[in-house]
């Protein structure tokens, strides 16, 4: 189900508008764990509890910060950025990241996503740039902000 009003030839109405908030996703130390596994990441702040609550400055494990960007996209898909008329959406990348804050073990984050721009790139090609705000439940600052780029046709 999509945004109401929101399609491939009204996205310009809809730059500087936040478009929508994804749901809280658990980042727990299994999930932590596990993109250790995957990215052969284990450095001690991220994977060794003990340690971590005797040495590390924020008393727990945290989340590696690739881990909380790499929900990025499936939390832009629960939202709606890529529009229902849309017949393709191509990652493009990043122009900015920025790691604010810490996620430390056992939080909730959820992404606010809003549209920066919607350039026309010729032959039914639109370059979509989002603003990325990752809340942590509870936390002043976000634990990343990052503007990311996706082609739409």
Request: aromatic share 8%.
């Amino acid at each position: 189900m999509g945004i109401a009003g929101y399609s491939l030839a009204t996205l310009q109405n809809f730059v500087g508008l936040e478009l929508g908030v994804s749901e809280w996703v658990a980042i727990d130390q299994a999930r932590i764990d596990e993109f250790a596994e995957c990215t052969n990441d284990h450095q001690w702040i991220h994977v060794d509890v003990e340690r971590a609550r005797r040495e590390s400055p924020f008393g727990e494990t945290i989340a590696h910060g690739y881990l909380t960007l790499s929900l990025l996209s499936p939390l832009q898909n629960a939202v709606g950025v890529v529009p229902d008329d849309a017949h393709q959406a191509i990652n493009y990348g990043l122009d900015r990241v920025r790691f604010m804050t810490p996620v430390k073990a056992g939080a909730r984050v959820r992404m606010h996503v809003a549209i920066v721009s919607a350039e026309d790139r010729g032959k039914g090609r639109i370059l979509l740039k989002t603003r990325n705000t990752f809340e942590i439940e509870g936390e002043d600052k976000p634990a990343l902000v990052a503007e990311s780029l996706a082609f739409l046709r």
